[in-house]
């Protein structure tokens, strides 16, 4: 992902959380840990059928830092 790049359209609604966090990690240029539960009532409104739990650490890559 780079800031000036539009961003691809996905269909998965934790991959779209993922970007929006990525967005914010980049405009502030702070490392971000993010955990996400795939297994809660979140699940069942989204239609997500995978379960367990995900942990994305997204990081500001470059000497523009």
């Keep these: ?3 000036s ?9 934790i991959e779209a959380d993922i970007w ?6 980049i405009k502030t240029k702070a490392t971000g840990l993010f955990h996400f539960n ?4 979140y699940e069942d ?5 995978c379960g367990g739990t ?3 650490l997204v990081d500001v890559m470059g000497s523009s830092r």
């Design 1 to 3: 992902l780079y800031a």
């Design 5 to 13: 790049e539009p961003i691809a359209d996905t269909s998965g609604c």
């Design 20 to 25: 929006a966090e990525a967005r914010e990690v």
């Design 38 to 41: 795939l297994a809660d009532d």
């Design 45 to 49: 409104s989204e239609g997500m059928v």
């Design 54 to 56: 995900m942990d994305i």
